[in-house]
Nanobody, 112 residues
């Protein structure tokens, strides 16, 4: 089983971006998943999470701007990022608690 994160890319402040984390392999369901980010020279920080019953939580610095969602049929978890700010520039990674598995990061720079 593997995770593949994608969707990052250079955007301007105020624009939107959607990241995807796809589960590759034979699994019955994704259940819970989390997104993290790490800016250059900074510690990795949790951005958002979704539980098996669909409950979502967000870091204060993205509340109201980011949305995490899950499509079990596509075995994909999304992170919709709106109104991006230069401070959102980071490498974003997904983490699957059920298997303690990390997806490779996807870089999302935001220019001012």
């Amino acid at each position: 089983v593997q995770l593949q994160a994608s969707g990052g890319g250079l955007v301007q402040a105020g624009e939107s971006l959607t990241l995807s984390c796809v589960v590759h392999g034979s699994v019955f369901s994704i259940n819970a998943m989390q997104w993290y980010r790490q800016a250059q020279g900074e510690q990795r920080e949790k951005v958002a999470s979704i539980t098996s019953d669909g409950h979502t939580t967000y870091a204060d610095f993205v509340k109201g701007r980011f949305t995490i969602s899950r499509d079990e049929g596509k075995k994909t978890v999304y992170l919709q990022m709106n109104n991006l700010e230069p401070e959102d520039t980071a490498v974003y990674s997904c983490w699957w608690p059920q298997y303690n598995l990390w997806g490779q990061g996807t870089r999302s720079p935001v220019s001012s």
